[in-house]
């Protein structure tokens, strides 16, 4: 149940009763020790009426100012040290050098983070960017997209909202997803992402593989320039590693990958783990999809094309 106070919700284990509050949630986060919080936000569900998508965004405007409030409450320095060689760069303060000034400011409190609601309308998208960038935060990200609506819709908010952000703080777009997505939004200008795709995927045995030529065997991570990231899916396929024909198949499972599962395991064996349900199987698949997707951000940070 949602109120103007926070959230009350029960524990599906026990039955337990919590209340959260703005406050609370921040409290959480910094108990947790974490580098950015994210304020309390009410997400709104796809579809929803203007009517319910306006009152949700005010009320996550509230809130927000009330997650900002309690934490300069409980940690009154709320500015940043930035290293002297970068307060002269000529690119100071642009998205050039930001990488490199986030990399080495000595915060001395966790980065704090909007996040942009309104649905799929776009006055209510705009106007909940303006509300939090008066407000002011660290960083700025855009929720209640991929949560079941059509993805021209989520490119449609992107194009609505990304152009209003300053280009000194990062952009983060939540619960966001496949590689192609992935691909799409930094092209849009986005620079973070969240999803639970790669570990959720290595548990059931469905793992991501890179496509490269044939002439373009054994790929290393400095090669990655020469593929083609603009057309979509043309760059990865998907494997279910516990269909039958892998039984017998005692090659790597992907010999563009170095990564530990693949260095060390061949997809026979890694199936088999599977079939017995050993949780050595859930740990080599994760270990695979995270490395394809830290090889794919790495791509799009040094490709001079998108």
Same mark, same amino acid.
């Given at each position: ?26 409290? %959480?986060?910094? $108990?947790?020790?974490?580098? %950015? ?24 405007? @509230? ?38 000034? *986030? ?11 909007? %996040? ?24 700025? $990200? %855009? ?12 490119k449609k908010v992107l194009e609505w909202v ?28 986005? +620079? ?7 570990? @959720? ?22 090669e990655f320039r020469r593929l083609n990231l @603009? ?22 499972? +992907? ?22 349900? +050993? ?22 940070? *040094?490709?001079?094309?998108?």
């Amino acid at each position: 149940r949602i109120s103007e106070e926070g959230v009350e919700f029960y524990d599906p284990f026990d039955g337990k009763k919590y209340f959260l509050t703005p406050e609370k949630s921040i409290e %959480i986060q910094l $108990a947790l020790g974490s580098d %950015i919080i994210m304020v309390l936000d009410e997400c709104p569900p796809y579809p929803c009426s203007r009517e319910y998508a306006k009152k949700s965004l005010e009320l996550t405007t @509230r809130w927000a100012r009330r997650c900002k409030e309690y934490l300069i409450k409980k940690i009154p320095n709320t500015k940043y040290q930035i290293p002297k060689e970068f307060q002269n760069s000529k690119f100071k303060n642009s998205r050039i050098d930001l990488k490199f000034q *986030t990399k080495n400011l000595k915060p001395k409190r966790p980065l704090l983070f909007g %996040i942009i609601q309104g649905s799929t309308y776009k006055d209510l998208r705009q106007e909940s960017t303006r509300q939090l960038l008066e407000i002011g935060f660290d960083g700025y $990200a %855009i929720g209640g997209v991929a949560v079941g609506e059509p993805r021209e819709k989520m490119k449609k908010v992107l194009e609505w909202v990304l152009p209003l952000l300053p280009e000194d703080k990062p952009r983060y777009l939540m619960g966001l997803g496949k590689p192609e997505e992935i691909v799409s939004a930094v092209k849009a200008g986005v +620079d973070m992402f969240d999803c639970v795709i790669p570990t @959720r995927n290595a548990r059931h045995g469905s793992l991501f593989l890179w496509k490269f030529p044939k002439a373009f065997p054994k790929a290393q991570p400095s090669e990655f320039r020469r593929l083609n990231l @603009r057309r979509e899916k043309s760059f990865y396929r998907i494997i279910n590693i516990t269909n039958e024909k892998f039984k017998k198949d005692f090659s790597p499972l +992907d010999e563009n990958c170095n990564c530990y599962t693949c260095r060390n395991y061949n997809r026979a064996y890694l199936r088999h783990l599977f079939s017995v349900d +050993d949780p050595l199987a859930g740990r080599l698949a994760t270990i695979h999809n995270l490395k394809f997707y830290l090889e794919l951000m790495e791509k799009m940070r *040094t490709s001079s094309r998108l």
